[in-house]
């Protein structure tokens, strides 16, 4: 989550699926959805009594029934006033054309709702009075008021939401009401500690929690239209290295900037393991009794919220064996399928309109079935867009049953072989200065940069601090889909380290090259990032309580990264990077162990890191290999 994601969010509430059109036809669809649907607002009470404001755009025909489509957001359902229309109805233009009941509403405690508004509300489960409140029953709630008292509904409904949205979704099918029958939870926010936008592997995602924070701030405590024109935050300079590294310790971030005001950042620095203020907010052990039909919606290359979709989809398939069940992954960045053409990300090229297929074949079919009974030929369970090749897979399981896993090894001069190494001791190592971190892009960036997922690392494999590890150049395609497993046998001569590992395809020196202008990315030998995780290494044992390094003593590390699926070309090579920085999408490492939001600037201190190779403690990195 960032400053950039809330404009992208508010984008795609307004605009929805533009990138296919020009002005001529937003225009055109501005005065059909005026022409088309009369707009009401509603006060919709939840048993506790609270009143959540609401949004609902009515077809003016009225010869026929039609169902509900439901969005719950945070980020508001704007604009307001009856007289006030949105540019756009539903996930696509398709839903305003084929026509719709849409409802939009503001979650309790943002905006014109009333209530408190808690971050990624915690579950109950157990509810015994009408005071025991939820997202599963604000939803339950809004969803029988629709039915009971929007004239012309077909009492079938459907619900669907990017990022926090795609969250309120998920908890939204907990216990559903009957009349929900179809839920799409996209980029859905699952747990903010276990990989999704705060941390990653017990690492702090810096650049992309400042940013957004300085623009979701909370709300008064009486209902209020979002105040417009404010201004976004002054960071004083272009460059996101330079502004992190002079902000110093995190502490410095409330002390300078926030000022005590933003309680959600104060959190995030107040919880640090993964304690129960985080597994209370966890979604996912709640996904059971889960009816309606469900089709969760990711992106590879979604720098907030890759490892959501999958961890939703995992969990409703195996809570809910009966329910219909699917997984979309396509090349997207964060809500990428609702807002752009899906046909590239930074300089690398997907060679198809991915987004107009996914609404066109997958999204539009799959409501219109669930809520409308018209088929669309069958479904498969996993319909992912495999990277490299450019082409749209369907599997009848994700990973697919078929995967198998292909380990390599790291070994001497930079070798990445399938073979373990004979020597019984052997290490490569780096000295790691958390005052000179690595960055995480090779160009000047604010903000967390969606196009570092697949950003050229040429300029990491030069430096000193970062490890690298490659193949000989493949004699076929190897294509994996499935996780990507990481087995390290560490040192450090501190007490703390963090250690980012790097998948990357790199291209062949005669790679067909458009002929760029001069400063253009030239792809010949290009080395694109397919998958890259911190993991800090005091989490190693346990994310609830971590624990301090042994000075220099080895130990091993493991853990999974988010998914891909991905052609590792004929021709090309696989390499792996290792280095302990990665900034300022991570924050800095001390390579001490203590509380990292509160240490002092001479608590940063240079380690030296080792990785061994050994056939004692070989390290390496394990993909899923399909045909």
């Known amino acids: 989550m960032k400053k950039v994601l809330l404009t992208l969010l508010l984008l795609i509430g307004s605009t929805s699926s533009f990138h296919v059109y020009g002005q001529n036809d937003r225009d055109e669809l501005k005065k059909y959805i005026r022409a088309s649907y009369t707009k009401f607002e509603y006060e919709i009470p939840a048993r506790d009594g609270v009143k959540l404001f609401t949004s609902v755009y009515v077809p003016k025909d009225t010869s026929r029934s039609y169902a509900i489509m439901l969005t719950r957001t945070p980020y508001d359902v704007a604009p307001y006033g009856v007289d006030r229309y949105r540019n756009s109805l539903g996930p696509s233009e398709k839903f305003a054309r084929a026509g719709f009941i849409f409802v939009y509403q503001d979650v309790r405690g943002r905006f014109m709702s009333e209530g408190e508004f808690i971050e990624m509300t915690p579950h109950r489960p157990n509810k015994v009075s009408s005071a025991d409140v939820d997202e599963s029953t604000d939803t339950w709630d809004t969803i029988d008021w629709l039915v009971k008292n929007i004239s012309n509904n077909s009492g079938n409904v459907g619900i669907w939401g990017i990022s926090y949205s795609g969250f309120y979704a998920a908890a939204g099918m907990i216990d559903a009401h009957p009349a929900l029958k179809a839920v799409s939870p996209q980029a859905p926010v699952s747990d903010l500690f276990m990989g999704d936008d705060c941390y990653h592997n017990g690492a702090f995602f810096l650049a992309a929690n400042f940013g957004f924070f300085t623009s979701f701030k909370q709300r008064g405590a009486e209902p209020a239209q979002p105040k417009r024109g404010a201004g976004s935050f002054d960071f004083g300079t272009p460059d996101g290295y330079e502004f992190y590294l002079q902000l110093g310790p995190l502490e410095n971030a409330d002390k300078h900037y926030f000022k005590g005001e933003n309680p959600y950042w104060i959190d995030l620095l107040n919880h640090t393991t993964y304690d129960d203020f985080w597994k209370s907010r966890n979604i996912r052990p709640h996904l059971n009794n889960v009816p309606p039909a469900v089709m969760t919606v990711g992106g590879w290359f979604d720098a907030e919220d890759l490892r959501g979709p999958l961890a939703i989809f995992d969990s409703v398939e195996e809570k809910n064996p009966g329910t219909s069940n699917q997984l979309v992954m396509g090349p997207w960045v964060h809500g990428g399928w609702a807002g752009g053409k899906g046909d590239h990300l930074g300089a690398v090229q997907f060679s198809a309109d991915t987004s107009e297929f996914y609404q066109g074949r997958i999204e539009f079919p799959f409501f219109d079935f669930h809520l409308n009974g018209k088929d669309h030929g069958s479904f498969p369970k996993a319909w992912v867009f495999e990277t490299g090749t450019n082409r749209w897979r369907q599997f009848d399981s994700w990973p697919p049953a078929s995967a198998k896993a292909a380990d390599y090894y790291l ?110 990315v030239r792809m010949g030998g290009y080395q694109q990032l397919v998958r890259g995780e911190p993991f800090r290494a005091k989490f190693r044992n346990s994310f609830e309580n971590p624990e301090p390094m042994v000075p220099v003593e080895f130990t091993k590390i493991e853990f999974d990264m988010p998914d891909v699926c991905h052609a590792f070309r004929k021709g090309h090579k696989i390499m792996v990077q290792i280095q302990s920085s990665w900034f300022p999408l991570v924050d800095r490492n001390p390579q001490q162990f203590l509380d990292i939001p509160w240490a002092k600037p001479e608590d940063f201190q240079k380690a030296t890191q080792r990785i061994s190779r050994s056939s004692n403690a070989p390290s390496s990195i394990s993909l899923s290999i399909i045909d």
């Not at 590992?501 to 062949?508: F, G, W």
């Open 411 to 520: 070994r001497e001069r930079g070798q990445l072989t399938g073979e373990l190494s004979a020597e019984t001791t052997a290490f490569d190592e780096y000295v790691s200065d958390p005052n000179k971190p690595v960055p995480f892009v090779g160009y000047t960036a604010l903000g967390m940069s969606r196009e570092y997922m697949v950003a050229d690392q040429r300029f990491a494999s030069t430096r000193p601090d970062v490890l690298v590890y490659e193949t000989e150049p493949l004699r076929q395609d190897v294509i994996t889909a499935g996780p990507v497993s990481v087995s390290l046998w560490v040192s450090t001569t501190g007490t703390d380290a963090d250690f980012v590992v790097k998948l990357i395809d790199v291209y062949p020196p005669d790679y067909p090259d458009p002929k760029p202008n001069p400063g253009e």
